[in-house]
């Protein structure tokens, strides 16, 4: 009996401390930090005074209890009598793991970084060149840049776990939470509400269009800025076997070919383009879905016809099976030069190491060659213009939660497959139900990892009313913006779709 009791109290004694190592593990809930300073910028041929106040807002539970802190820094007018009349556009990144310093600091905040426009140079070391933005878009509408989950200084707190955050479904969720709370706070119910978002940031902008819909709060958006748009990710995943990726990727082959002189000589960039358009619908998706039916001269012809477009080797392409990844074209297009290029913007080179890797080994040069002095700026621009003080870093970018990143878009004990990534029939459908929303996709022509023809692919699909989208391209890559007259595009581009 002594020995069942001695067991007792141990097991009990054992529930005790294990419960009371799972409350300690509960992070206090700090109070919310906030930051609020007074500015003026030209804009728009107006003088604008604005408030940019960069915080922290707490998301609860179903319970009322803290479980995340979403950072935004969000620019007002100031004056406005009539919110009514005033837009309010809410920006972020993409990853999944991204934070809203690349579209912050490179294309809509008042003061941006600029990096080589010609993507002839790195970046180098500090000091780096912050200036204003001269074609900003403040007269127009106010913004608000979020960093989701683990982002910037985003973070679970309290009762809080990253498993409720880091998820397509889970993250559209707490976004669409946030610009709830932020509307509701700041009386903007009534403004019109866009969202621009970039790579995944799209995938996410439609998620929170549609989550939006829902909650018992439903708030419709005027608008979708799609930068560098990844809705459906069959077109933007070059892996074997995935014949629609090797059908959107010729054409952004073609274009980084052209503009690198090996290919298209004497022709302008866009009837480069429409050939091998009309060459990729016409001929070699047909040849791809024959695959081993194809006849022999008809396989030399398709190989030599993709030599002409790519200025890869008829021998190489032939010994690829007439299937270039990704990967493998970085690597081949300047392979006699030694050089990689990158993949969100084919304009940039790397000097590889390995000169015979399978695909480039150092990195992409076009993120490797400019990240440092986006994340300098950002420090720099918190600290000494809007007066940040914070007790933890600032985190750009976090590996950690694409690893843990749940793609599921059907809730636990409901049967699903894995599938590739798609939120365009959800767009489609949230179109339908609110009429007035309008979309404008960007993309740029040196894009090799969210290829413009994917866009157009995609938005030729899904029930998706075209007529309802404005299609513009860039002569960039993902960050079209980065290149100096496609910034100045963009921003013209995107005014006339607000004032429209």
Not at 137 to 157: A, M, Q
Not at 281 to 290: G, H, I, M, W
Not at 357 to 378: C, E, R
Not at 477 to 484: A, K, L, P, Q, R
Request: hydrophobic content about 35%; glycine content about 8%; aromatic content about 12%.
């Amino acid at each position: 009996m002594k020995i069942i009791n001695v067991f007792i109290l141990f097991f009990i004694y054992s529930v005790t401390l294990s419960a009371q190592e799972k409350k300690e593990k509960i992070k206090p809930i700090p109070e919310e930090k906030s930051f609020t300073t007074k500015h003026e910028i030209t804009s728009g041929g107006k003088s604008i005074k604005y408030n940019a106040v960069a915080s922290e807002t707490y998301l609860k539970n179903d319970v009322g209890e803290s479980v995340a802190s979403i950072w935004s820094v969000a620019y007002i007018k100031d004056g406005i009598s009539d919110q009514s009349k005033r837009p309010v556009t809410f920006v972020f990144n993409g990853g999944p793991g991204s934070a809203s310093m690349w579209l912050h600091m490179g294309m809509f905040g008042p003061q941006l970084v600029k990096v080589n426009s010609n993507a002839k140079e790195d970046d180098g070391a500090a000091p780096y060149n912050l200036v204003a933005n001269k074609n900003g878009l403040f007269d127009l509408t106010d913004f608000v840049f979020i960093d989701p989950v683990g982002t910037g200084y985003s973070r679970v707190v309290g009762k809080g776990k990253v498993k409720d955050f880091w998820g397509l479904t889970e993250d559209a969720n707490s976004i669409a939470k946030f610009m709830r709370q932020w509307i509701t706070e700041q009386n903007r119910w009534f403004s019109p509400k866009y969202i621009a978002g970039e790579s995944f940031g799209t995938t996410r902008a439609v998620a929170v269009a549609n989550a939006l819909e829902g909650g018992g709060q439903n708030m419709s958006l005027n608008g979708l800025i799609l930068i560098s748009q990844a809705l459906d990710y069959a077109g933007s995943t070059s892996i074997q076997d995935n014949i629609t990726s090797y059908l959107t990727y010729l054409p952004s082959m073609a274009a980084t070919a052209w503009y690198h002189k090996k290919a298209g000589v004497g022709e302008t960039l866009e009837s480069f383009i429409e050939e091998c358009r009309n060459y990729t619908y016409n001929s070699y998706a047909p040849a791809l879905y024959k695959g081993s039916l194809l006849g022999e001269i008809e396989k030399n012809e398709v190989a030599k016809k993709l030599s002409y477009f790519t200025s890869l080797s008829k021998g190489y392409i032939l010994k690829a099976n007439l299937r270039i990844l990704m990967p493998r074209f970085q690597k081949e297009l300047l392979s006699e030069e030694g050089l990689a290029v990158g993949r969100l913007d084919g304009r940039f080179m790397g000097n590889e190491v390995d000169k015979l890797s399978d695909g480039p080994h150092l990195g992409d040069p076009a993120s490797y060659q400019i990240s440092a002095a986006y994340t300098a700026s950002l420090n720099y621009y918190y600290v000494t213009k809007l007066k940040v003080k914070m007790d933890r870093p600032y985190i750009t970018s976090n590996s950690e939660i694409n690893t843990k990143w749940n793609w599921r878009t059907e809730p636990e004990g409901k049967a699903w497959e894995p599938t590739t990534v798609n939120v365009a029939r959800k767009l489609s459908e949230t179109m339908r139900r609110n009429t007035e929303m309008k979309i404008m996709v960007a993309s740029g022509y040196y894009d090799l990892i969210c290829p413009f023809f994917d866009a157009e692919y995609t938005f030729s699909r899904h029930g998706i009313e075209r007529e309802k989208i404005k299609m513009t391209y860039y002569e960039g890559g993902h960050m079209m913006y980065t290149h100096e007259p496609d910034f100045i595009k963009l921003s013209d581009d995107i005014r006339e779709f607000l004032s429209n």
